[in-house]
């Protein structure tokens, strides 16, 4: 896959890549083909996989290396300028935050993007007002699908019969299911928006106390800098 670097620190050995499928892949040095410079707004192309870019290398760097011999002045000016076209068409890709769709920061467009672009996303972060505005619109869809099936099973009378509020649980239910993934997404993002593994959502299976634990986790602020699952988030103050 081509994507762009957003950041990579050359002391912690460790960075970020936007790829053309608009999500957000982190990779390590370990992760380079070659141990190139890797400066914001470089070309790549990576193998994604669970969220990190693998066999990273720069296609800039690439082009560059094909290059012929400098010995000739006519045969270098000849070089740039067929090189030209193959710059230009890398910058005309449409990669990096900045030719990408603006992030929403309304309550309906968090909940949007949730149930769409980040249906199977469990990588990066979500700031709480994110976290907060998705799940008040998953209640509110869920309490208008519920009254939904309700009018249903009243109109076809099944609450006078055996099937009683089918309507009801089958409508609830594939709510539910169908928006399971990009539940679990959320919360694991807004786990890692405060500096924490992702894994820990696993205490919701402690009764009782897992999910007030899981309800902290959501109510803790932002943490104020980049950390390993990637920048602030748009929309956040530092």
Known sequence: MRGEVLHYDEEQGFGFITGADGNRYTFTRENLRRQTAMLKGTIVEFQPGGGQARDVFSIATQTATKAPDAGAGTNTASTQAGNAPVASAFQAQHFGRSSEPAEPTDLWGYFWR????????????????????????WVVSLLIIGGIGLFADNEMGNFDSSVSAAVTVGLCGTFVLATLLPS???????????????????????????????????????????????????????
């Not at 149930?115 to 469990?122: G, I, K, L, M, S």
């Not at 999910?211 to 803790?220: R, W």
């Open 184 to 238: 679990l997404g959320m919360t694991v993002r807004r786990i890692h928006d405060i500096g924490l593994s992702g894994w820990l959502y696993l205490v919701v299976l402690i009764p009782t106390i897992g999910s007030l634990i899981i309800l902290v986790f959501a109510l803790i602020p932002t943490q104020a800098r980049e950390n390993q699952w990637g920048p602030v988030p748009a929309g956040v103050r530092v």
């Open 114 to 137: 949730g149930v769409t672009r980040n249906y199977f996303n469990f990588a990066g972060r979500a700031r709480r007002k994110e976290y907060w505005s998705y799940f008040l619109f």
